[in-house]
């Protein structure tokens, strides 16, 4: 059993598809950079018989270009059940935590050195003075 994800690449008014096959329940798509957009859709493979394709998902470029810890102050994270526990030279104030949609999830007076920052799961943004960019954290269920 596999799955047949078609990948459309929209370039300069032109596109592309290929067929790549996933052995797993994952694929990584690599040379996104090198189109204006793309669209997927999936079938699945099952004992030679063919689903049909699923919904096409379009992605665009678009959104915050960086999310890179290229900071004044080194800073780092790491997984940890419920949150996400912070990494830092020194102490981080006024430390800001954003959803992916932009909203201000909550405000932190100040952050230490393997201090955890408790978030459900999800993806997030976590801004500081003293930080060039913002940091892009995950966190697991």
Request: charged share 20%.
């Amino acid at each position: 059993d596999y799955y047949i994800v078609s990948r459309t690449r929209y370039t300069n008014g032109t596109s592309s598809t290929d067929d790549l096959l996933a052995e797993g329940t994952s694929l990584e798509m690599t040379g996104f950079d090198l189109s204006d957009s793309e669209s997927y859709n999936v079938r699945s493979v099952a004992l030679g018989y063919e689903s049909p394709r699923s919904e096409e998902i379009f992605v665009k470029h678009t959104g915050i270009e960086s999310v890179d810890c290229d900071a004044e102050i080194p800073c780092g994270w790491a997984n940890y059940p419920g949150g996400v526990r912070i990494m830092t030279a020194s102490t981080l104030r006024s430390v800001m935590v954003y959803d992916l949609s932009g909203r201000l999830k909550m405000t932190i007076p100040s952050v230490a050195n393997n201090d955890i920052i408790p978030l459900p799961y999800g993806v997030y943004f976590i801004t500081a003075p003293g930080l060039t960019t913002p940091m892009r954290v995950i966190v697991e269920p």
